[in-house]
Structure formats: C-alpha cells, structure tokens
C-alpha cells in the first residue's frame, strides 16, 4: 500500500511537471505542432506560424505593432516578405554603384524613429566617452556614466545598420520601379493619379515654414539665457535688429562663437524637440521679432567650401530672431502633390513584379486568430 501511494504520488507530481514544462515551452516560444503551419513561401522557402510570432516578439518595442486580429498578422506577414526581397536587392544595387544611403542619413532617420529616446541617443552620439568613472555636466543631464554612454553609442551604431539596410531596400525599389517605367513595363495614367491624391489629399500638406536670421547663445556660454534677454530689451528699446546682428557679427570674428545664424525651419508635427520653439514662433509674419526661444540641439545641412553638402551639429541655445519669410502650412495641389502620390504607386507596382519574380504565396487560411494563440503572441 505505502509503495502504491508513493508510485500514485511520483507519477501525479511528473504528469504536473510535464503539464508545467509544456505551458512554459509555449510561454517561451518553443515550437508546437501548430508553430510548424506554413503561412507563406518565398521560391522553395517557407514562412511558418512560429517563424511569424518570434518575428513579432523580436520587434524593438516602439515598433511592435497592436496584434488585433489575422489582418494585423497578414500586414506583417507582408511586410516581411517584402522585406526578405527588398533588402539584398538593395544591397546588391548598392554593391553595383547604382544606389546610395549615407550613414548620416540614415543614422538620422534612426533618430527620427526613436521616439522620446531621440534626444538622449543623438546627444550621446556626439558625446565623447570619457575616462571610467568621469561624467561630464551634460551626462549628468542625462543620467549617463561612461558605460551608459558607449552603450547608447552602440545602440545607435547597430540601429544606424539596420536602418540604413532598410533605406537601400526602399530606394532599390523605387530604382527597378524607374527601370520598369522605362521599359513599359509598369504604367501610371492620370486616372490612377487623381484618385490617390484624393484618398491621401488629408495628409499632402505643406508645413509651416519659417525662414529668419538670428542670434543664438548657446548653452554652455556663461549667462546664456541673460545674455539673450538683454538683446530682447535692446529690441524693444528701439535699437535696429540689423545694427545687433552686425555687432555679433563682428564679435564672432573673435571669440568664433557663431552667434548669428541664418536658417529655416519647418512646422513638422512629428517634431517633439521642437514643439517648444513652434509655440512661440507659430504665426509669426515677416519682420517680427521672436524670443528669446530655447533652441534645442538639431541638424543643419551646410556647404563647406569645397560646395559639398553636410550635416552639421548645431548645440542647444537661447535664440532671438527676425522672421524673414513666413509660409503657413496648406494642402499641396495635384501638380505639387503628383511626385509623391506617384512613388507609392510605382513601388507598388514594381514590388507587385518582384513578388512574381520571387515566386511568392501567402496561404491567408492558414494564419491563426490571435485570440486563440495567447501562449505565442503574449508579447
């Protein structure tokens, strides 16, 4: 009897065990007999379930879409697809000379996409590392040690590669749609035009614009935000803004400041870092004179002498400004609007040929509901 109960007790405790292991290999992403369907082909490859849910799992969270229903899994199942062809055709144009992503493009587009972590990874890109256990006043701001800051430098690294490889995948297509247009092998008729540009007429705007000459003192100078608010003074007392911006002028040729700055800078909704400067220059006509404003860090595309374009890094600042041109922001006409509403078109299309090359199916039936598979999609 006591052997019984022991083998009753032994045998309940490894059934719960297996119960226990099975519920964690799925909880894990372990593969099940169901992770094993195929949903899609590419040439004599296969695309499975299992292979779709670690493609969402592994996606950097900013990127993870919502998970709603099998259309969500179908958009990213394309998109996948699309992915495995666009990418080493970008790579292989780009071998061949025919295309072209400069890293500080794309380093910039990784910026861009970052979110609320864009300002921390871009000021840590051009940030020194210094000696171990050393941090600077700006790392401070940030919470940054040394170990910190070569991370972020690495994350930034990494992204700038994958960014960049996406990048060339996209320009290898609009490259192939070109070719292909030129051929006569795709077409685009006004019809087709007009008919986009009014489903995405919404989003074809223009955005405010605004073109001025100033005068920044950057935030590492002594008295900075003092220093501006005294030129505010100066402007309102009556003294010409031209006659302060020659004297700053002349005091850069010493001191190699860059004070005065002349530059434009557009409305873009999707800019955080600049919302603060847009709350106050918003509306702003020709001839006003705004701020002091804080300027954050941001990029400026420059010529150097040589009359090669680059991007250079201009430091957070006070800035007051004269407003030389103002164009508030409007919905682009078709004749503007027609290049951008053809692009996607053409890419369509193109990628539409290049999925026939590949010899591409996707098996629609076989994609799960996702309400039914919590285990794998519990991300």
Wanted: with cysteine; net charge negative; aromatic share 8%.
């Amino acid at each position: 009897m006591w052997t019984k109960h022991i083998f009753d007790r032994t045998f309940r405790t490894g059934i719960a065990l297996l119960t226990l292991w099975a519920l964690v290999m799925v909880g894990c992403g372990q593969l099940t007999d169901t992770d094993r369907i195929r949903v899609a082909r590419i040439g004599d490859r296969y695309i499975t379930r299992g292979d779709l849910f670690k493609l969402i799992r592994d996606m950097p969270d900013q990127e993870r879409p919502m998970i709603r229903n099998r259309s969500d899994l179908r958009r990213i199942l394309n998109q996948h697809i699309d992915s495995r062809i666009k990418l080493p055709l970008g790579r292989q144009l780009a071998n061949e000379g025919k295309i072209e992503i400069s890293r500080d493009e794309a380093r910039e587009e990784f910026f861009r996409r970052s979110g609320d972590e864009a300002d921390m990874l871009r000021q840590s890109w051009y940030m020194e590392v210094p000696p171990p256990g050393v941090v600077t006043p700006l790392m401070e701001v940030y919470g940054l040690t040394p170990e910190l800051l070569q991370l972020n430098k690495d994350v930034v690294d990494e992204g700038t590669d994958r960014v960049k490889a996406e990048l060339l995948g996209e320009k290898a297509v609009e490259f192939r749609a070109m070719q292909a247009l030129q051929e006569g092998r795709i077409s685009l008729d006004a019809e087709e035009i007009e008919r986009e540009y009014q489903f995405m007429k919404d989003q074809l705007v223009a955005y405010e614009e605004i073109s001025f000459i100033g005068i920044r003192f950057p935030t590492h100078l002594d008295n900075a935000a003092a220093r501006a608010s005294q030129v505010r003074e100066q402007v309102d007392g009556g003294e010409s803004f031209a006659d302060i911006v020659a004297h700053y002028r002349e005091k850069d040729v010493e001191e190699q400041v860059g004070y005065v700055i002349q530059s434009d800078i557009v409305n873009d909704p999707a800019s955080e870092r600049l919302r603060g400067f847009w709350s106050a220059a918003s509306g702003a006509q020709s001839g006003d004179v705004v701020g002091p404003v804080y300027l954050p860090t941001y990029q400026q595309v420059v010529e150097d002498r040589e009359g090669r374009t680059r991007i250079m890094q201009m430091p957070d600042a006070y800035l007051i400004f004269e407003v030389l041109e103002h164009n508030p922001e409007r919905t682009l006409t078709l004749d503007e609007a027609r290049p951008l509403v053809a692009a996607p078109l053409l890419k369509a299309k193109m990628m539409h040929i290049l999925r026939e090359e590949h010899d591409v199916e996707v098996f629609e039936e076989d994609l799960p509901e996702p309400s039914h598979v919590a285990g794998p999609l519990a991300i």
